[in-house]
C-alpha cells in the first residue's frame, strides 16, 4: 500500500461520540486526502491536504474536520459522530506533477456508528 | 451537476476473452482520466492514466482510449484471466491549483470465469 497506513482499521463507536482517524505516510507526498466510500456512491472526497497546515474541502466535508501538523500525518475527526458516517474511509496520498499524477491509497478504516 | 456513470451491473467474461469496461461523463471536461482497480476489502490501486489529447494508451494488456467529444473512456482487459476480476474504477481530474483532485466514478465489477 505504497507506504500508508490507517489507524484503526476497524471502529465501532456511538452516536454523538468524537472520532479521530489517522492516516500515516512514508512516502513524503505532498498531497493527501481523505475518502468515504458507500454503496451506490463510490468514493467521495471528504476534505485534502496540499502542504503542512495547509488543507480544504471536498464534496462531502459536512460533520468532518481534519488537520495536518506533519507531513507524514493527516488526521480526519468527526466531532460527534453519527449514523450517517457510517462508511469505509480511505486515506490517500499524490505528488503533483505532468508525470506523477496518481493516487495511492491506504488500506482503509471500516468505521460503524450506533 | 457533473456526473460520471460506469456500469453498476456486474460485467461476467470467459477466461481469454476481451474485458470492455466503460465510462462515460457529463457537464465535465477532464484534463486527465485514470482507472483504478480495487479489490474487496482493499484501496484502489492505481492502473492507468490518460491525457485529454491522447486517444490511447497501453500497458501490457491493459488499454484505455479517452473520446473527449463523446464524453466517453473505454477500458480494455485482453486475454482476460480469472485474477483480474475485481472492480474498476474510472476518475476524472480537472485543472486545478490545488493538488490532482479526483471525482471517481462507481465502478464495475467484473467477473472472469474459467
Known amino acids: 500500500d505504497a507506504g500508508i497506513t490507517q489507524s484503526p482499521r476497524h471502529k465501532v463507536t456511538e452516536t454523538g461520540t468524537p472520532v479521530t482517524l489517522r492516516c500515516h505516510q512514508t512516502e513524503n507526498h505532498r498531497y493527501m486526502y481523505w475518502y468515504r466510500q458507500d454503496p451506490g456512491h463510490g468514493l467521495r472526497l471528504i476534505h485534502y491536504?496540499?502542504?503542512?497546515?495547509?488543507?480544504d474541502k471536498g464534496e462531502v466535508s459536512d460533520g468532518y474536520s481534519v488537520s495536518r501538523s506533519k507531513t507524514e500525518d493527516f488526521l480526519l475527526t468527526l466531532e460527534s459522530a453519527t449514523s450517517s458516517q457510517t462508511s469505509v474511509y480511505f486515506c490517500?496520498?499524490?505528488?503533483?506533477?505532468?508525470?506523477?499524477?496518481?493516487?495511492?491509497f491506504g488500506p482503509g478504516t471500516r468505521l460503524t456508528v450506533t | 451537476s457533473q456526473k460520471i456513470e460506469q456500469n453498476s451491473e456486474a460485467l461476467n467474461i470467459q477466461e481469454g476473452k476481451t474485458a470492455t469496461l466503460t465510462c462515460n461523463y457529463t457537464?465535465?471536461?477532464?484534463?486527465?482520466l485514470q482507472w483504478y482497480r480495487q479489490d474487496p476489502g482493499r484501496g484502489p490501486v492505481f492502473l492507468l492514466l490518460i491525457r485529454e489529447n491522447e486517444k490511447e494508451k497501453r500497458k501490457e494488456r491493459l488499454k484505455v482510449t479517452f473520446d473527449t467529444t463523446l464524453k466517453q473512456s473505454l477500458f480494455h482487459i485482453t486475454a482476460s484471466q480469472p485474477a483480474d476480476s475485481a472492480t474498476y474504477l474510472c476518475?476524472?481530474?480537472?485543472?486545478?491549483?490545488?493538488?490532482?483532485?479526483?471525482?471517481f466514478g462507481t465502478g464495475t465489477q467484473l467477473k472472469v470465469e474459467l
Open positions: 491536504s496540499y502542504g503542512v497546515k495547509d488543507t
Open positions: 476518475a476524472l481530474e480537472g485543472v486545478t491549483g490545488g493538488g490532482n483532485k479526483l471525482t
Open positions: 457537464n465535465y471536461s477532464p484534463a486527465y
Open positions: 490517500a496520498i499524490s505528488e503533483k506533477g505532468q508525470i506523477l499524477r496518481e493516487q495511492y
